[in-house]
């Protein structure tokens, strides 16, 4: 159960309901997901965190599969069941196959159990690794 009530359209500030007006422009649909309605309680942290996830997801260095699937990694190491659905919806929408989400979370188990037997040991630094 959400701590927050998700806001309907009618219910928007003038500020949010722009915002929503350029998610729909940008994603090509009606829809305006949950997280975004839970954010609409406070207009100036939606509006900035759309703008933000704009500039980050956009093409890139990265392409957008490779980000949506970052998101994905990320978001099962941070435990946001609500970011692993979403980001995995959008990953299989830019083309995540079925192996390549194996693959992906194969990576994202391992390198949790590693990541935990380094902190347990507290293994030093090798100074080749070192930036």
Known sequence: ????????????????????????????TDYVNNFWRALAHDPALLRATWDRLKVVMAPGAL????????YVAVSTANSCSYCVHSHTAAAKAKGMTDEMQAEMLAVV??????NALVTGLQVEVDDAFKA
């Open 63 to 70: 392409d957008p599969l490779v980000k949506e699937m970052l």
């Open 109 to 114: 188990g391992m390198a949790a159990q590693t």
């Open 1 to 28: 159960m959400g701590t927050v009530s998700l806001l309907a359209d009618e219910d928007l500030s003038p500020e949010a309901a722009e915002v929503f007006a350029e998610i729909r422009a940008a994603r090509q």
